[in-house]
């Protein structure tokens, strides 16, 4: 029911949405530690979210130098080693991926781009950020805590993940890996709640939701899918609590531990396989959708043009978050089913590659003719296209079940995952970061550095997992801690092995410039001025940079047009922002 | 997982139902211009919308544990618990709350000031003897030998009603704070709409426990089994 009238001139209609009552801070803390504003809390999130996920990436290093050379550091037992992965796995996708797009990109970009002066439940908010605080100190203590973390893997499959055999089974991991996921989901649904109805409810005059920007689609989409999705987590980790902590059998079967019969029995393993999928699978997604829609506007913003199909865009996003709730099976393969499932999930996880791809041909065709300028963002943006649609492949071979099945233990799932939600969404995120800081900070990031950290993260991530597929397909199984005599591993594996791991040494180091960057251009950065890649979404027109405390002086801004006039023929600059009434000199009915 | 799935499927039709009113079909890109909104006089106050969402999300909490409660139930070792009959004094008492929210809530609305604080006390004393009853449900059962260890359907039953208490007891905190508020100033516009919010979680919460109670009585069983006959 919303209506557009193109009358230019005609008087303003009243506004729909109140002005809020800031809550003004009075002092260093409420200011900048308690602090209610969006635009700090998302930097708090981000900040502690890169931190964490600085510790899963020298996790990464560790098992690397493992599988490289075998035996050669004495420190990495096998204990050790699954304690790597399943802390590097849980760390990156939940701690760093969800919390980095949702609570960063999220608080930051949702009120600016929608209009808004904050966030609608500022002090939700706040809660939101310290309570995954909170979760990440608990999951941090785990390596501290006797018997070290869990190494269960990331998916922390009953029965093995508490038993004696699993390094924490027994000990305090498993119960804190699992307190620190309630917390965190506690946290989240705080944040969650707040980034949907400051969407729904928040956007100022104008803001129609088919003139947001994808980015604020994408994570609004994924917001939503995340707060149905993670309540089958919290399920799961309550009842694997139970089952741990208090001797109830929801997961746990009839066992013997060590020559000794548990009091367990009649549990069901595969009930809590298919409640962590049920969460497992949207999460790709939750993860997936923030960068489709932030990429799309690096695109068209760097390519001068307006993104194509925009309609499409929009209802891609949403279908794929609608679908991406019935695949969840696809990660059961090798658990068996009923092969009408099988075929079911099957079916549907490739339907999925329908809306995808859609949205690729059309990043494709946005940059067609389009006036690419090979600034940072668009590097990063280009190498997303490039390894999502890579990852994408690999994943309708594993989206098979005949397919899967025997690929489901190599290192070809690896590779296929780290290139679709490792490297694909870290490169929207170092996009989006380097797109974003001379508005977050006023400041440009370095060129020279960020071109260094760019080559050297994109064609080294290529250089660890391109021979990682060859790897897997040959046979190698993953999960493993070495290899040992295993006779039908080729020579050329080992050292592809010593290669992956050199290559893996050297892409985390070049990261290491990428924080020193961050660091630098804080002090020392060209100055940016309010819009330096002269775009046309809200958050580039705020009256300072950076923006202050309710971001937009005395009055809200009002749309007139949706986010993509670039270029637009005959207007006199070749972007027309979102809050600009008149187009120049031809109006824009005119020239279409 | 059905239970979830068709839980999700009503969730999903009220977002098809909302985004059709959005112009998703709409050409922003020849849209230029003011553009209004003419859906209703009043937007819905972002209390209410965020509760909305709230509640979907705890109501895909309790379906993903009744879709693990059936999953759970056919293996050999299940063998339901005998309900304490007590259980029915706890639902007329979660009942009485919900109707003395709304009755708070009416009264509020017709600016009867002093009856709608009756009625939050009212709620607020319901409230905690709801939870007293269901410590002295839990009570009856361990007394009776019921651990929640020694079968699955006592480990559901304690998990169940414990989550469920423990939204009870969320909503509490709110319904004091309320309650609070109301004795100490004056009705006002933010006020009512709290009242209002209150009310509605507890029906929610009333209904919850109404598909629970359902659930442990074997009544929800007896229901699917005869969809499933239906069907076949």
């Not at chain 1, 050669?72 to 590097?88: G, N, V």
């Not at chain 1, 041909?361 to 296209?385: E, Q, S």
Request: proline share 5%; net charge neutral.
């Amino acid at each position: 029911m919303v209506d557009v009238r193109s009358g230019i001139g005609e008087a303003l209609p009243p506004p729909e949405v109140e002005d809020v009552e800031l809550y003004h801070p009075h002092s260093w803390w409420t200011r900048y530690v308690f602090s209610q504003d969006a635009k700090i809390i998302a930097i708090q999130y981000a900040t502690t979210a890169i931190a964490i996920g600085m510790v899963a990436l020298v996790l990464s290093w560790l098992m690397r130098l493992q599988l490289g050379f075998p035996g050669t550091f004495q420190l990495i037992d096998a204990e050790a080693y699954y304690q790597f992965i399943t802390m590097h796995g849980m760390i990156m996708v939940i701690y760093l991926l969800t919390a980095l797009f949702l609570g960063g990109f999220g608080n930051y970009l949702i009120p600016l781009m929608v209009g808004a002066r904050d966030m609608v439940f500022p002090y939700a908010n706040m809660l939101s950020y310290w309570i995954y605080l909170l979760a990440v100190l608990v999951l941090v203590a785990s390596f501290f805590a006797p018997g070290g973390p869990t190494g269960a893997g990331w998916t922390l499959y009953p029965p093995q993940a508490v038993l004696s055999g699993t390094p924490g089974g027994k000990d305090w991991g498993i119960i804190l890996m699992l307190s620190s996921l309630i917390i965190f989901i506690i946290g989240f649904t705080m944040g969650g709640l707040n980034y949907v109805v400051t969407v729904l409810q928040g956007r100022t005059r104008g803001m129609t939701l088919m003139r947001m920007p994808l980015t604020v689609w994408g994570i609004f989409t994924a917001t939503v899918m995340a707060l149905l999705a993670f309540p089958a987590l919290f399920v799961a980790c309550v009842m694997m609590l139970f089952d741990r902590l208090l001797g109830t059998s929801f997961f746990m079967p009839a066992i013997v531990e060590m020559g000794e019969q548990l009091q367990h029995g009649g549990g069901s393993p595969i009930l809590f396989q298919h409640l962590f999928w049920f969460f497992g699978h949207p999460e790709v997604y939750i993860v997936a959708l923030p960068a489709f829609g932030i990429v799309s506007d690096l695109i068209s913003t760097h390519a001068r043009k307006n993104i194509f199909g925009y309609r499409m865009m929009v209802w891609a996003i949403v279908i794929i978050g609608g679908l991406s709730f019935i695949v969840w099976a696809h990660h059961m393969y090798v658990s068996g089913m009923n092969p009408y499932f099988g075929f079911f999930f099957a079916t549907t996880t490739l339907i999925i590659a329908v809306p995808t791809a859609i949205k690729v041909y059309n990043w494709v065709l946005t940059l067609w003719r389009g006036n690419i300028h090979l600034t940072l963002p668009m590097l990063f943006a280009l190498a997303f296209i490039v390894t999502f649609v890579n990852g994408g492949l690999t994943g309708l071979f594993l989206g098979n079940v005949v397919v899967d099945v025997p690929l489901s233990d190599t290192m070809f799932v690896v590779a296929h995952f780290h290139m679709v939600m490792g490297v694909a969404p870290i490169m929207v995120i170092f996009g989006a970061i380097y797109h974003w800081y001379p508005k977050i900070t006023g400041r440009m990031l370095n060129e020279v550095l960020g071109q260094i950290h760019f080559w050297v993260t994109f064609i080294g991530a290529y250089a660890i997992f391109f021979p990682m597929h060859y790897v897997g397909l040959v046979g190698v199984p993953r999960r493993y801690y070495e290899l040992g005599e295993m006779a039908f591993v080729a020579d050329s594996v080992h050292s592809l092995n010593a290669f992956i791991s050199v290559m893996a040494l050297i892409v985390g180091a070049a990261q290491i410039v990428f924080l020193f960057n961050l660091v630098w251009s804080l002090r020392h950065g060209r100055e940016a001025g309010g819009n330096p890649w002269r775009a046309t979404t809200l958050e580039w027109q705020t009256p300072e940079t950076p923006p202050p405390h309710g971001n937009w002086g005395k009055e809200l801004p009002v749309v007139y047009r949706w986010a993509y006039d670039y270029s637009v023929p005959g207007a006199p600059e070749d972007f027309i922002p979102q809050n600009q009434p008149s187009p120049g000199r031809v109006s824009h009915e005119a020239a279409s | 997982m059905s239970v979830v799935v068709l839980f999700l499927a009503t969730v999903a039709a009220v977002i098809v139902w909302w985004l059709a009113g959005q112009r998703v079909t709409s050409r922003p890109w020849l849209e230029v211009g003011h553009a209004h909104d003419r859906r209703s006089g009043a937007p819905m106050p972002p209390a209410k919308v965020g509760l909305g969402v709230f509640l979907a999300v705890v109501g895909a909490l309790f379906s993903l544990a009744i879709s693990a409660y059936f999953m759970r139930m056919t293996s050999s070792d299940w063998g339901a618990l005998p309900l304490p009959g007590f259980l029915w004094v706890n639902t007329g008492i979660l009942t009485a709350g919900s109707i003395a929210l709304h009755w708070t809530k009416v009264e509020a609305e017709r600016r009867h000031d002093e009856a709608a604080r009756t009625g939050l006390l009212a709620a607020l004393a319901a409230g905690l003897a709801f939870l007293a009853g269901q410590l002295f449900a839990w009570r009856i059962l361990s007394g009776a030998g019921y651990l929640l260890a020694d079968n699955p359907a006592n480990s559901f039953f304690y998990m169940l009603t414990g989550m469920h208490g423990l939204h009870i007891l969320g909503g509490l905190l709110a319904l004091g704070r309320v309650t609070a508020r109301a004795w100490n100033t004056p009705f006002d516009r933010r006020l009512r709409l709290s009242i209002e919010l209150c009310a509605v979680y507890w029906h929610f919460m009333l209904i919850v426990w109404l598909v629970l109670f359902a659930l442990f009585a074997g009544w929800a069983s007896d229901v699917i089994d005869f969809c499933r006959q239906l069907l076949t």
